[in-house]
């Protein structure tokens, strides 16, 4: 073992075993630490690291490159300015951390992990009562051949935040390419643009941004925020190699378009669990290819435990198995292991999986499943849409977005919130999340009782207003989804019940033959003869309250075809 | 009758009684009248307005009288400019709506009202076969002799407000009082501040601002805001007349300060429930003075329900009656009576009291019980505090913010929650509205999955590490509250764990003869020596989680009197 390890380290006969062992410094395994070291001060807890870096907070990486964050250093600081070192874990938090050690072996039946440093390739053993696996993911390795090269990278480790900057700064990334729109290469898309004004595109082999946590159609949202932002986004496209052109620059080449020659590459395909060591060591992987571990954290070892992003957890919607890399998860299975150690019985309940993601000047946000997620789970799903402001238009500085909700047909129960606006979104992403983690339906949406004051939200919630959609959907009134452009309806008659002002600022897209009217809501009663009760009419509006009034109004009438545009032009054009 | 009073209500046989008759035309008639047009488009639906102003957003009045909002008629229009009117609710939502006309009696035995139209004084009668009580709230009339002025007025009514802007317009006010501290008393003190560059002060009788919503601890920090904003305030202090001068300019006579001549006076006591008409028709009255209903909205007339400031309401945490005037319930009753008068049989939940008010650049929040109102309730109330940025220090424009926990001690029942701070709030009030609703523990707290990425939030939710703090507390780890400062402690060891560079900034307020010692986290093992193991140690840092872990490694040391000072200097200093 080479001496400047680990002041804390050396190798006597009392060095040779550790209460507990972690294997893992970011999010998981500290946390586990810290809550182990504060729960009992005699406990002996060691923590290898294979990295020199430490409980760096990886999800700022993207604000790190744009520039909103200044130095990595910050990454790895406490909020008042000492940094995360050694010393810091062993002087604050009260564990030894070992860094730039790489666990090698995990032997189960002598309850030993063999170790090996990086520095010089020594090796050593050292024994463990518990172990604590939290070794996160690393990059999906891209499934078509790329070249070697400085300027084609991951972005999911300190080295590749520091090698993208280094090149940024030196004015070598005139243009840029990112491979794979989901949450990093959408928040990377921002950080190149806006602080270094690169030229930027994003390659998504999905039909849409973001999939599996966004339906296409607020998916499409995203895109259209990108796009006005000048990143050139080619979604349903395929890379089938990367190269390097004679001057050295990445060359990537697309099933469906041209060549593409750029500066530099972003390899954004996501994510995998780190299992190796746990494979090797013979313990259950789950069908998500993460490892198997029960409500405890606990793997199918009793003495091993595994949590953060290698870890498998459970959908508390319906029980599947799924593997959702993030932080503050990471943190929570750390609280749970170290409470199940020390003796406590803690269960992790399992995961709503809420996302927040900003886009620009988007917020994007999404919990539980979404429509196309609960159907292939063959659950019976259904929808509703909804725009809003997030607060009384009469207040300065209201902003709207678009939810989507998703619910049990049958059952009324929550399965998702998919939201995406300019304004503020989190609220209805965390309500939901709680509501789902309590198991709650629609009737508790409109149970739900909001902080409600002009500066901050409307009088009523979005979630009584989705609520209130779900049962006009019961009692007959059909909506149809913000994707249904006109043209999906060419014999319809399309009803815009907007104000004329407001028709000028956003003209509804119309299909080339489409039987379009403008009626003012407050007109329509006395102008129903200008439409044909026979045929069908499709109402659109701005938000979409004025098209379900409008519908009321046509039904009352005696027209028998009525379809609302849900979350009208906000939903489907903005 | 009048002939303009309206085109839709001629004396005609038929027009002598309606289906349903709502009596007031502000948030819960209009939301009734027009949820019961959609459901049932044959419904004859009148609802008759005292005042010429319909369906107004009195919410918004505070930031009409600041010029947040330009004209009052942004509070009466549609969020596409159309003006809710009399031909608005007929064409666009499908009632009658007869303004003006003041119901002065309710005959229960023949099932009709009287009206009195207020332009000529006439009267009519009018038959109902259900009727809805909407009649809001009124001012709580000055427990002390005030003069008749323009000058003197309260701040309910759209004519409240164009006589404060009138003047104000007119350069006529220089100085202006408050009395009142609640909600409306501390939204006008940064209205008449913030656009008119106003002098005030504000009073409030009791000793602290915002009372039975906050607990006096978390409303000094609103206290602190407007002082910081240059608004006087005078807590526990009671106003005992308010004369005129000789140029007619209110003078406000105190009981401890001299009085105070100012240009004008908002008499801002609160309301109480409107129940005159009501009473008079011998219907229930509760033990808050509103209207007694069930939670169908139902008075004691099966046939009339009462919705609204009028009605009284029920808490969801420990059953009592109560009585919460706010637009949002006033909304949510609306739709609750009329799917009740379709048959719909709906319940209103009752409240869990979700609170938000803006003061200035503080955002401050409750929701539940406060621990005062708790322990008066006779619950086994206990509490944590806690700071917090609301996003990672690392990101830009992070901001901070102290909330406040009451649960139940045994049950770990949540109760309540309160928040002031410069950043986001309102997700933790919401969630925790949404949890209390749903009967939830401080377990849930654990179990709750917020959305996160560093724009919004950080890694572990303020509401997870509350939850840590309730853990902590059973741990036998002492708490005291940022009420609590150093002179109460006189023969404690005052300890400062925070870095040098930040105690410069904020420097801890210490008493005369405070023994105060400093000494970093990272350094406090190795200087354990510095204190006195059989005094009492008392420990402050910049939010909190400092203190805690070193409270870890002095009981670790053998230290066994340490108390950590809740929330830091965050929630006891800003």
Not at 27 to 35: E, F, V
Not at 113 to 119: D, V
Not at 268 to 287: D, H, N, S, Y
Not at 506 to 528: C, M, S, V, Y
Request: proline residues 5%; negative net charge; aromatic residues 8%.
């Amino acid at each position: 073992m080479p001496e400047n390890s680990s002041c804390f380290f050396s190798m006597t006969e009392d060095n040779q075993k550790s209460d507990v062992v972690i294997i893992g410094g970011v999010a998981c395994g500290p946390k586990t630490a810290a809550t182990l070291a504060r729960r009992n001060g005699d406990l002996k807890i060691t923590l290898f690291q294979k990295e020199k870096d430490i409980s760096y907070g990886s999800c700022g990486f993207p604000y790190l490159a744009s520039g909103d964050i200044e130095s990595f250093d910050q990454l790895t600081e406490t909020s008042y300015g000492v940094v995360r070192d050694v010393d810091f874990f062993k002087k604050s938090k009260g564990f030894n951390v070992i860094p730039e050690a790489e666990v090698v072996e995990i032997n189960r039946t002598s309850k030993k992990i063999r170790i090996k440093f990086i520095s010089d390739g020594s090796e050593i053993e050292h024994g463990y009562d518990k172990l604590v696996i939290a070794t996160g993911a690393n990059p999906v390795p891209p499934p078509f051949p790329v070249a070697q090269s400085d300027r084609i990278k991951p972005f999911t480790r300190p080295g590749d935040v520091r090698n993208f900057k280094r090149l940024a700064s030196a004015g070598q990334i005139g243009k840029a390419l990112i491979v794979g729109g989901g949450f990093i290469g959408c928040e990377l898309a921002e950080a190149t643009g806006v602080l270094w004004g690169i030229e930027t595109v994003l390659v998504e082999k999905e039909n849409q941004l973001l999939p599996y946590v966004l339906d296409s159609e607020m998916a499409v949202k995203a895109e259209r925020e990108l796009k006005r932002q000048n990143v050139e986004v080619l979604t349903g496209e395929t890379v089938t190699e990367i190269k390097l052109d004679d001057d050295g620059n990445p060359v990537v080449v697309l099933k469906k378009h041209d060549p593409i020659t750029v500066d530099y590459v972003f390899l954004c395909l996501g994510v995998r669990p780190e299992v190796t060591l746990a494979q090797k060591a013979g313990l259950k992987i789950g069908p998500t290819g993460a490892i198997e571990v029960n409500n405890q954290m606990q793997t199918s070892d009793e003495n091993i435990y595994a949590g953060g992003d290698c870890a498998e957890t459970t959908s508390r919607i319906n029980g599947q198995k799924i593997f959702i890399p993030m932080g503050s998860l990471a943190n929570r299975h750390g609280r749970v292991i170290a409470e199940n150690i020390i003796g406590n019985k803690t269960a992790f309940p399992g995961v709503t999986g809420a996302f927040l993601v900003k886009i620009y000047d988007l917020n994007v946000g999404s919990v539980g499943l979404t429509e196309a997620v609960a159907r292939k789970a063959g659950l019976n799903a259904e929808f509703v849409w909804g725009s809003f402001p997030d607060k009384p238009d009469y207040y300065p500085e209201s902003k709207s977005f678009s939810l989507k909700l998703v619910y049990e047909k049958d059952s009324h129960r929550l399965l998702g919130l998919q939201a995406a606006g300019h304004g503020d979104i989190c609220r209805r992403i965390d309500v939901v999340s709680a509501l789902i983690g309590k198991n709650s339906t629609i009737a508790d949406l409109f149970d739900f009782e909001h902080g409600y004051a002009p500066p901050y939200s409307e009088a009523l919630d979005p979630l009584h207003h989705l609520a209130g959609v779900v049962l006009a959907r019961e009692k007959g009134f059909e909506f149809i989804s913000p994707a249904t452009v006109s043209e999906d309806y060419e014999n319809a008659q399309w009803l815009d019940v907007r104000e004329p002002d407001e028709i000028k600022i956003q003209t509804w897209p119309k299909g080339e033959n489409a039987d379009f009217h403008t009626i003012p809501l407050n007109d329509l009663r006395e102008r129903l003869g200008e439409l044909d009760k026979s045929r069908l009419v499709v109402i659109v509006c701005k938000r979409g309250p004025r098209s379900y009034q409008s519908a009321v109004i046509l039904r009352q009438a005696g027209f028998k075809k009525v379809k609302i545009q849900s979350g009208g032009y906000q939903a489907a054009c903005v």
